[in-house]
Protein backbone atom coordinates (compact mmCIF):
# COMPACT_ATOMS: atom_id res chain seq x y z
CA UNK A 1 0.00 0.00 0.00
CA UNK A 2 1.16 3.40 -0.88
CA UNK A 3 2.11 5.75 1.50
CA UNK A 4 0.52 8.84 -0.43
CA UNK A 5 -2.61 10.36 1.16
CA UNK A 6 -5.85 8.98 -0.66
CA UNK A 7 -8.98 10.57 -1.16
CA UNK A 8 -11.61 8.10 -1.19
CA UNK A 9 -14.14 7.87 1.13
CA UNK A 10 -13.78 11.07 2.82
CA UNK A 11 -16.56 13.71 3.35
CA UNK A 12 -16.47 16.39 0.02
CA UNK A 13 -18.42 19.15 2.85
CA UNK A 14 -16.45 21.06 5.05
CA UNK A 15 -16.57 19.60 8.62
CA UNK A 16 -16.23 20.97 12.33
CA UNK A 17 -13.54 19.94 14.25
CA UNK A 18 -12.02 20.62 17.97
CA UNK A 19 -8.09 20.62 17.72
CA UNK A 20 -7.30 19.40 21.28
CA UNK A 21 -3.42 18.94 20.48
CA UNK A 22 -0.05 19.08 18.37
CA UNK A 23 1.94 16.82 16.30
CA UNK A 24 5.90 16.38 16.38
CA UNK A 25 5.78 18.54 13.10
CA UNK A 26 3.08 21.51 14.57
CA UNK A 27 0.14 20.28 13.37
CA UNK A 28 -3.54 20.68 14.73
CA UNK A 29 -4.41 17.22 15.96
CA UNK A 30 -8.55 16.29 16.53
CA UNK A 31 -10.23 13.37 17.34
CA UNK A 32 -13.04 12.01 15.57
CA UNK A 33 -14.09 8.72 16.64
CA UNK A 34 -11.19 6.16 16.25
CA UNK A 35 -9.12 7.81 13.78
CA UNK A 36 -7.56 12.06 14.23
CA UNK A 37 -7.71 14.14 12.03
CA UNK A 38 -4.05 16.40 11.47
CA UNK A 39 -5.46 20.27 10.20
CA UNK A 40 -1.88 22.30 8.90
CA UNK A 41 -1.94 25.55 11.13
CA UNK A 42 -4.35 24.91 13.76
CA UNK A 43 -3.93 25.13 17.81
CA UNK A 44 -5.07 23.35 20.84
CA UNK A 45 -8.24 24.77 21.82
CA UNK A 46 -9.38 26.00 18.87
CA UNK A 47 -13.10 25.04 16.84
CA UNK A 48 -12.66 25.08 13.14
CA UNK A 49 -14.24 24.34 9.85
CA UNK A 50 -11.79 21.89 7.53
CA UNK A 51 -12.07 20.52 4.57
CA UNK A 52 -10.22 17.02 4.67
CA UNK A 53 -7.79 16.57 1.43
CA UNK A 54 -5.92 12.99 2.16
CA UNK A 55 -6.73 9.82 4.25
CA UNK A 56 -3.74 7.93 5.88
CA UNK A 57 -4.27 4.57 7.39
CA UNK A 58 -3.89 6.13 11.23
CA UNK A 59 -5.30 9.35 10.20
CA UNK A 60 -6.83 11.95 7.57
CA UNK A 61 -5.16 15.34 6.79
CA UNK A 62 -7.29 18.67 6.14
CA UNK A 63 -6.61 22.35 5.76
CA UNK A 64 -8.92 24.81 7.56
CA UNK A 65 -11.02 26.65 6.18
CA UNK A 66 -12.33 29.07 9.07
CA UNK A 67 -11.65 29.58 12.39
CA UNK A 68 -14.55 29.34 15.16
CA UNK A 69 -12.78 29.57 18.11
CA UNK A 70 -9.55 30.87 18.31
CA UNK A 71 -6.93 29.66 20.62
CA UNK A 72 -5.73 32.03 23.52
CA UNK A 73 -2.31 31.33 22.94
CA UNK A 74 -2.75 32.05 18.87
CA UNK A 75 -0.30 35.25 18.27
CA UNK A 76 0.21 37.01 14.75
CA UNK A 77 3.21 35.43 13.16
CA UNK A 78 5.93 37.99 13.03
CA UNK A 79 7.19 35.73 9.37
CA UNK A 80 5.40 37.79 6.54
CA UNK A 81 6.23 33.91 4.99
CA UNK A 82 4.51 32.20 7.83
CA UNK A 83 2.33 29.67 6.29
CA UNK A 84 3.70 29.55 2.79
CA UNK A 85 7.65 28.68 3.72
CA UNK A 86 8.27 24.89 5.52
CA UNK A 87 10.93 26.32 7.76
CA UNK A 88 8.85 27.37 10.76
CA UNK A 89 5.36 25.26 12.06
CA UNK A 90 4.52 27.29 14.99
CA UNK A 91 5.18 30.94 14.98
CA UNK A 92 1.54 31.93 15.28
CA UNK A 93 1.79 29.68 18.62
CA UNK A 94 2.81 31.93 21.75
CA UNK A 95 6.73 31.27 22.24
CA UNK A 96 6.59 30.01 26.44
CA UNK A 97 3.73 27.33 23.90
CA UNK A 98 5.91 26.47 21.20
CA UNK A 99 8.63 25.33 24.39
CA UNK A 100 6.07 23.51 25.71
CA UNK A 101 4.83 21.85 22.73
CA UNK A 102 8.21 20.35 21.90
CA UNK A 103 8.98 19.38 25.54
CA UNK A 104 5.77 17.42 25.21
CA UNK A 105 6.64 15.80 21.83
CA UNK A 106 9.89 15.01 23.42
CA UNK A 107 7.88 13.24 26.80
CA UNK A 108 5.76 11.55 24.12
CA UNK A 109 8.44 9.72 21.76
CA UNK A 110 11.03 9.18 25.15
CA UNK A 111 7.67 6.93 26.12
CA UNK A 112 6.66 5.55 22.38
CA UNK A 113 10.21 5.07 21.20
CA UNK A 114 12.19 4.53 24.23
CA UNK A 115 9.60 2.81 26.29
CA UNK A 116 11.03 5.44 29.19
CA UNK A 117 9.23 8.06 31.59
CA UNK A 118 12.03 10.47 33.38
CA UNK A 119 11.52 11.33 36.39
CA UNK A 120 11.73 15.10 35.66
CA UNK A 121 12.77 17.38 32.89
CA UNK A 122 15.37 19.93 33.36
CA UNK A 123 13.83 23.83 32.62
CA UNK A 124 14.80 24.22 28.86
CA UNK A 125 17.70 26.34 27.94
CA UNK A 126 16.25 29.55 26.05
CA UNK A 127 17.86 32.25 24.07
CA UNK A 128 16.44 34.34 21.77
CA UNK A 129 12.73 34.33 20.14
CA UNK A 130 14.52 35.43 17.14
CA UNK A 131 17.55 35.02 14.92
CA UNK A 132 18.91 31.88 16.96
CA UNK A 133 18.95 29.23 14.39
CA UNK A 134 22.50 28.74 13.03
CA UNK A 135 22.01 25.63 11.34
CA UNK A 136 19.30 24.79 8.61
CA UNK A 137 18.72 22.81 4.97
CA UNK A 138 18.24 24.91 2.85
CA UNK A 139 17.59 24.54 -1.15
CA UNK A 140 18.68 25.77 -4.19
CA UNK A 141 16.95 26.04 -7.51
CA UNK A 142 17.18 28.25 -10.55
CA UNK A 143 13.00 28.79 -11.41
CA UNK A 144 13.07 29.53 -14.94
CA UNK A 145 10.25 31.59 -15.53
CA UNK A 146 11.63 34.29 -12.48
CA UNK A 147 14.95 34.28 -14.23
CA UNK A 148 16.85 33.41 -11.11
CA UNK A 149 18.38 31.50 -8.26
CA UNK A 150 16.06 30.79 -5.30
CA UNK A 151 17.38 29.68 -1.95
CA UNK A 152 15.71 29.40 1.15
CA UNK A 153 13.52 27.05 2.51
CA UNK A 154 10.89 24.41 0.67
CA UNK A 155 7.47 25.48 0.53
CA UNK A 156 5.46 23.83 3.49
CA UNK A 157 4.28 20.62 2.09
CA UNK A 158 5.72 20.97 -1.82
CA UNK A 159 8.78 21.01 -3.52
CA UNK A 160 9.13 24.19 -4.95
CA UNK A 161 11.89 26.34 -3.05
CA UNK A 162 9.58 29.19 -1.07
CA UNK A 163 10.62 33.01 -2.82
CA UNK A 164 11.59 34.88 0.47
CA UNK A 165 13.84 37.69 1.10
CA UNK A 166 14.88 37.06 4.48
CA UNK A 167 14.39 34.49 7.59
CA UNK A 168 13.82 35.96 11.07
CA UNK A 169 14.52 32.54 12.43
CA UNK A 170 18.13 32.42 11.04
CA UNK A 171 20.72 34.42 12.25
CA UNK A 172 20.85 37.42 10.59
CA UNK A 173 24.19 37.10 8.76
CA UNK A 174 22.69 33.93 7.38
CA UNK A 175 18.69 35.40 7.27
CA UNK A 176 19.53 38.77 5.39
CA UNK A 177 21.44 36.82 2.44
CA UNK A 178 18.66 34.64 1.18
CA UNK A 179 17.47 38.28 -1.21
Known sequence: MSRRSKKKNLPGEPIELCVDDLSHDGRGVASRGEKKDCVHGELPGERVMARLTGSKRRYDEGEAI???????????????????????????????????????????????????????????????????RRKARLSVRYVAAKERVLVGFRETYARFVADIQECRVLDPRIGAQLA
Open 66 to 132: DVLEASPDRVQPRCPHFGRCGGCSLQHLDAGRQIEAKQNTLAQNLARIGKVTPEQFWPPLTGAAWGY
